[in-house]
């Protein structure tokens, strides 16, 4: 949205207090490499973005591990959006699923290797039923990513496994002193 760092940093402070963990998704804008140079993108404005998703949106996720190392190989994250209605005028709200993984870059794309890919699925109301609405497979400077651009920051540790809230403990002293006051 145009923010200011120091602002999404300090929403992502607020979250990763609140709940105890926050996600960090860094967007890249998808082109086509063999017709953009770089004076083109700048004047474009196309650069990546960071995209903050609570803990809430964080749907699934998997780790495997690659060359002795455990990565994040797939998180599927839920996002709001508004949808057409039935008429111009109408917009519903909707839920839509980006689903962030690694997988086999297709033979028309390129040499088969591991590369990161962005799918987005709708549900269909109807038929309650999953709708690929997109796939991608973002590059930089000419190259396939072969991470997933995703981050998690929790309270204790920099893992996508949830830690618990740190104001959990203060919540549950509180509770202790309601219900001492309400049997006084």
């Known amino acids: 949205c145009g923010e200011n760092l120091h602002m999404f940093t300090l929403e992502l402070l607020e979250e990763a ?5 926050v996600g960090i998704f ?9 017709n953009t140079t770089q004076a083109d993108s700048k004047s474009l404005g196309l650069r990546p973005i960071l995209k903050q998703y609570c803990t809430e949106s964080i749907i699934n996720w998997k780790e495997t591990v690659i060359g002795n190392s455990c990565v994040l190989s797939m998180v599927v994250l839920a996002e709001e959006v508004s949808l057409p209605g039935e008429s111009e005028f109408d917009v519903v709200q909707g839920m839509q699923y980006r689903v962030l993984d690694l997988s086999m870059l297709p033979k028309e794309l390129g040499d088969p ?38 981050f998690v920051i929790g309270t204790d540790s920099v893992e ?7 104001l959990v403990d203060l919540v ?10 309400a049997d006084y």
Do not use: E, W
């Open 17 to 21: 207090l609140t709940v105890g963990r």
């Open 26 to 34: 860094v967007d890249y804008p998808t082109i086509d490499p063999t």
């Open 113 to 150: 290797q591991l590369v990161y890919r962005v799918r987005v699925f709708t549900i269909n109301q109807k038929t309650n039923a999953d709708v690929l609405m997109s796939t991608a497979y973002p590059m930089i400077k000419g190259k396939y990513l072969t991470t997933i651009p995703f």
């Open 160 to 166: 996508i496994c949830p830690d618990s809230p740190p």
């Open 172 to 181: 549950d002293i509180n509770l202790s002193h309601y219900r001492t006051n």
